[in-house]
């Protein structure tokens, strides 16, 4: 008589060697992730043809110098602004109105005024042009009486004016850099993450699910006349689904990482997340396949389970930020959890950062998977 | 009968309203082939089921070889080969892949295996086709790879469920061959049907379903008896044919006698084997020759009607 582990390793490998040549299960769990998170991120990290252009004249003096070594030194070091240094006003006032600068920043000669030309075809150019000068001017020590004038160009403000104005209602401005906050993970991360938790719903169904077409087709009732337990049958494919969600989930950290420049975070702590992950995946397509009547509503009820958990927990955009139910429903799904998994490993910070995240992830494995273990049974015993 | 190889007890089984096995018992004995004949519809396949510890029963008991077969246990799992009626296999796999799956499942591995599944393979006539995909078989190759599957470990009982339906004729006749050889190998076999001639052919005795009841069992002589038929003799002769039937009149065992015209006639008779050399005497007599003589025995299709009111359908 043949172990329990040999038997559920021949059940396991028959059905996963089949998954593995089957067209759809390949779609879902590599090529479709692939092609949406390349897309994607590209979409969302931009090429760098989006570097903002600045001109700037700049005189002898200290606020110069704390622009020119501060805001637009990082600014330019991070690929947001292009800045270009001009000898007179009236060359950047040309280049500004010819659109080959979006802003201009000119630091008068006698150095406290500082004048912020704006181009109203660009205004997020000009409002970070503004923002950068005015702080740079009030937190430079002894230059409190400098002041910023905002000038579009074509428009009839009176610097002076407008420049007392400012002043008298300035708080420093804050240029924040917002891929750069200990809460943020970069962009493409963050797209791929989403994608590869979206389909790991779709990619598990195929082992699960498998019980309900093999009980249509008659190999079940086959198996379980020779003498295979049933609790091996499913043991075989609930591994299945957790094998093929683990090849999804490894190649999408993979490709990720290797060809569009995500940073997922320290390994190990990625890993605890994906098996965790997996396993709430696993456990979701568990209890369908308990629910379910036949193959077909099963695909149908795990696609609907799948997309609403992916949207709710910000596969595509973050709810947490949205407020009210929806930041208190995104935190009930896995895909929340491991995204914040991720999140909470930036910053430098090692896999224990993760642990929270793994145990909400294993805790909606239990809660789902359970119940769904012992109602997929049935579907063995009936 | 001394020790069964099956004994099948008061299974009895319910869907909602209907009851589609009632109380059904019967017995198999070693080297017996035993038909259970009844149309779609007659609780065959449930009846296996629940034989082969697949489906809960409401009541009985199945026991094969003395071990007791349950829902839920696999004990004497591995003394039984089952043959489902729809192709259980599949159908991305080669044939033989597929009997190395199923060979694995009853613990057979290695030189073991490989002997096993070649020699099965030969037995059904698939060793050719043995590497090509399922989904490129005919319809009566998949079939026989059905049935080579589920006789792979050399089973005590063989059941069989309706193995040859929607075949062509041909792997029909290899299919029937195929479970003949089996059952003169000493294998025990349960073959169901709602093809009368199958039953005729491969079983000696038989229980008749419909309704998920067992009407009537026994060798088929014990089953016509129970409708009284008798065996029909046609006989092609010379001439006077009305003064033949005159002289087979005059044997008591001879029930009719017609002339259908003037050189055949009909006679029921009640057991043609042992009156044919006196009534051949007895025409010899007459004077009248004979050109051809055939003897029909009654068939399970008479006894069927006769059980259940309507006639066997496919
Ligand atoms: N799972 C089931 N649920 C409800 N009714 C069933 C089920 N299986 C079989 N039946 C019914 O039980 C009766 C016997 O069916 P079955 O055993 O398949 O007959 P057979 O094999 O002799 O054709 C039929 O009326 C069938 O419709
Ligand atoms: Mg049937």
């Not at chain 1, 879902?28 to 004249?57: N, R, Y």
């Not at chain 1, 929340?336 to 909470?344: A, I, S, T």
């Not at chain 2, 073991?112 to 009566?140: F, H, M, N, Q």
Request: net charge negative; with cysteine.
């Amino acid at each position: 008589m043949a172990s329990p582990a040999a038997h559920v390793w021949t059940l396991f490998w028959r059905d996963f060697r089949a998954r593995l040549r089957d067209r759809s299960a390949i779609v879902l769990a590599i090529l479709a992730p692939a092609a949406l998170v390349t897309v994607l991120s590209f979409l969302v990290a931009g090429p760098d043809v989006q570097e903002i252009p600045v001109g700037v004249v700049a005189a002898d003096a200290p606020v110069s110098e704390a622009l020119e070594q501060g805001p637009l030194a990082s600014l330019q070091d991070d690929d947001t602004l292009t800045v270009t240094t001009y000898d007179d006003e009236g060359a950047l006032r040309t280049a500004v109105t010819d659109g080959d600068e979006e802003a201009g920043i000119v630091v008068a000669a006698d150095g406290r005024s500082v004048i912020v030309l704006t181009n109203p075809g660009s205004p997020v150019a000009g409002a970070i042009a503004e923002a950068v000068s005015r702080s740079t001017a009030l937190t430079v020590d002894g230059v409190g009486q400098a002041v910023v004038a905002s000038q579009a160009l074509g428009g009839s403000g009176d610097p002076q004016a407008l420049a007392q104005q400012l002043v008298a209602a300035a708080s420093p401005a804050e240029v924040v850099d917002a891929t750069e906050g200990s809460d943020a993970i970069d962009p493409r991360t963050q797209v791929a993450a989403g994608m590869a938790t979206f389909f790991l719903f779709f990619t598990v169904q195929f082992g699960v699910l498998g019980l309900l077409e093999e009980r249509r087709e008659g190999t079940l009732a086959r198996i379980l006349a020779a003498p295979v337990p049933a609790w091996q049958v499913l043991v075989s494919k609930v591994l299945v689904s957790f094998a093929l969600g683990l090849v999804s989930m490894g190649f999408m950290v993979g490709f990720s990482s290797l060809l569009l420049g995500a940073d997922w975070g320290d390994p190990l702590g990625v890993a605890l997340l994906v098996v965790s992950g997996v396993t709430a995946a696993v456990a979701t397509v568990s209890l369908v396949a308990g629910l379910a009547r036949n193959p077909e509503q099963a695909g149908a009820i795990q696609a609907g389970v799948a997309l609403v958990l992916g949207i709710v927990g910000g596969a595509f955009f973050s709810m947490a930020r949205a407020g009210g139910a929806a930041a208190w429903a995104t935190k009930l799904t896995p895909h929340y959890w491991f995204n914040e998994g991720l999140v909470r490993m930036t910053g430098g910070q090692d896999w224990t950062a993760v642990a929270g995240p793994v145990a909400a992830l294993l805790l909606f494995a239990a809660v789902v998977g359970i119940p769904g273990l012992v109602l997929a049974g049935r579907v063995i015993r009936a | 009968m001394a020790s069964p190889t099956l004994r099948v007890q008061g299974l009895r089984k319910s869907f909602g309203d209907l009851q589609a096995v009632d109380d059904l018992s019967f017995e198999v004995a070693p080297g017996e082939t035993f038909g259970l004949l009844g149309p779609n519809g007659a609780g065959k396949t449930t009846s296996i089921s629940m034989i082969c510890g697949l489906l809960d029963r409401d009541d009985g008991e199945v026991e094969v070889e003395g071990t007791a077969i349950r829902p839920g246990s696999i004990r004497g799992r591995e003394l039984i080969g089952y043959v489902p009626q729809e192709i259980a296999l599949y159908p991305e796999l080669s044939g033989r892949d597929n009997l190395v799956f199923f060979a694995r499942l009853y613990g057979l591995k290695g030189a073991e295996a490989k002997a096993r599944i070649d020699e099965t393979l030969e037995v059904v006539g698939l060793t050719e086709r043995a590497g090509d995909p399922v989904v490129d078989y005919s319809g009566g190759m998949q079939r026989r790879l059905n049935i080579a599957a589920g006789m792979l470990h050399q089973p005590r009982l063989l059941i069989l469920d309706e193995p040859t339906v929607g075949i062509d004729p041909q792997s029909r006749n290899a299919i029937l061959e195929a479970v003949a050889a089996l059952g003169e190998s000493g294998m025990s076999v349960l073959y169901t049907t709602h093809y009368m001639e199958e039953a005729e052919r491969l079983c000696r005795r038989v229980g008749i379903v419909d309704h998920g009841r067992l009407l009537a069992l026994g060798t088929r002589r014990e089953l016509v008896a129970l409708v009284d038929q008798h065996d029909r003799i046609t006989i092609r002769v010379t001439g006077q044919a009305a003064a033949a039937a005159e002289a087979l009149h005059r044997l008591d065992e001879v029930i009719q006698v017609d002339a259908t015209d003037d050189q055949t006639l009909e006679c029921m008779v009640a057991t043609a084997s042992s009156l044919l050399p006196r009534l051949v005497g007895e025409l010899d007599r007459a004077g009248v020759g004979i050109v051809d003589l055939r003897v029909a025995e009654p068939s399970l299709d008479s006894v069927f009607l006769h059980i259940t009111g309507t006639a066997l359908r496919d």
